[in-house]
């Protein structure tokens, strides 16, 4: 907390470990809410049979039910955040559904480009006494328990640490910082189904290729992921390609643009997110752009050729091993969803064999990788 005294900070520590029933505030995507899960373990670790309820978008309550941390959830989509939207009458009705659930506290994750103030108003007139976030200005009494705003830094830091970090001003720490994600026996069983539909052996070790991203800065071009995954298939790795029903059109383009589309499998659009997990959860190396399936298989332990674009630096793969792969301009870490100067040559530039050597090296060998290894493109 912002320059609290010792006695203050204590006074908020025993505060917060009287905070049984704690409302978990993290609206804007999947893989936001999949970073945010080792601090949501703090959250239930620091005290015995604390209540966690997660306030997310369409998009991040679907992890929900993958996430034994999460004991709750209620979907929201916020006015204040980007690709969502809701009428003025919405917010009303979200305040009165808060006040209904009686919280002793509320935690509000975000990135470091957000604000937690219009959430903290949220809860403010939900009456929820106890507010934790992070915040640039002195929120007064929209957050009891505030943490100064400071990045970026020089140095970034991981979005999963600076969730550590926001729960450990309350005493929340966790020995066990893996992102979380558990695939259930029935999603195995379903997997299976679709597998035999696609006569794909219900085995383990393929390459899974997710061409997809919700920002089109993220996404390396279709035709060289046409490549890469031509590479790989011809040296005899079974290739199976994933994504969205949104992304079905980007996955047929790269399908088309293979010179042997017979050796792929597509089941874009055609998985459930359970199945997805499954199916990553048995995979040898996920080769994808920067998007929700990479944390998905950091939380699983599959190895992940992650095709980084330079928007921002704080989202790489955590705790998995890994490989990220892109070429260093000058206009990095633009935390834009287009590329303002029309080039992507942060991805572009990345030559798709050696995209196919990551994932090779990766199928030989799994070593343990927290900090990301940085691979400029020649």
Not at 50 to 58: F, G, I, N, Q
Not at 221 to 249: C, H, K, N, W, Y
Not at 357 to 372: D, G, N, T, V
Request: glycine share 6%; charged share 20%.
């Amino acid at each position: 907390m912002d320059g609290a005294r010792p006695e203050a900070a204590a006074q908020a520590h025993a505060g917060w470990r009287q905070a049984r029933n704690v409302l978990c505030i993290r609206l804007d995507n999947m893989g936001d809410v999949l970073m945010t899960t080792p601090a949501l373990r703090a959250l239930k670790a620091a005290v015995p049979g604390r209540r966690l309820t997660l306030l997310a978008s369409r998009s991040g309550a679907a992890v929900a039910p993958h996430v034994p941390e999460i004991d709750a959830l209620i979907v929201h989509e916020a006015a204040w955040v980007k690709n969502a939207g809701s009428p003025p009458e919405a917010f009303h009705a979200i305040v009165e559904r808060l006040r209904q659930g009686r919280f002793d506290g509320a935690v509000i994750f975000t990135v470091y480009s957000q604000s937690a103030l219009p959430a903290a108003l949220m809860c403010h007139a939900a009456g929820i006494p106890r507010v934790l976030a992070y915040s640039r200005e002195n929120p007064y009494h929209l957050i009891s328990d505030w943490a100064r705003e400071i990045e970026p830094l020089p140095e970034p830091r991981h979005e999963v640490q600076r969730q550590l970090d926001l729960v450990a001003t309350v005493g929340a720490t966790a020995a066990d910082t893996r992102l979380s994600f558990q695939v259930r026996e029935p999603d195995h069983q379903a997997l299976d189904r679709v597998l035999r539909e696609h006569a794909v052996a219900a085995s383990q070790g393929w390459v899974l290729a997710h061409c997809g991203a919700t920002a089109e800065s993220r996404r390396y071009p279709a035709s060289l992921f046409a490549q890469a995954i031509d590479m790989l298939a011809g040296a005899g790795e079974s290739v199976i390609l994933t994504g969205s029903r949104d992304e079905r059109a980007l996955v047929d383009e790269v399908v088309a643009r293979s010179g042997d589309p017979g050796k792929l499998v597509n089941l874009a659009g055609r998985l459930t997110l359970g199945e997805l997990g499954a199916l990553i959860s048995r995979a040898g190396v996920l080769v994808s752009n920067n998007s929700g399936p990479v944390h998905m298989a950091a939380a699983l332990g599959t190895p992940v050729v992650d095709l980084y674009a330079l928007t921002n630096p704080q989202h790489t793969p955590w705790e998995v091993a890994h490989r990220l792969l892109y070429r260093d301009v000058p206009c990095k870490y633009c935390y834009r969803s287009v590329c303002p100067l029309g080039h992507h040559a942060c991805l572009s530039a990345v030559d798709p064999a050696q995209v196919a050597q990551a994932a090779f090296e990766l199928l030989e060998s799994h070593p343990p990788a927290r900090m990301p290894i940085m691979i400029e493109a020649a």
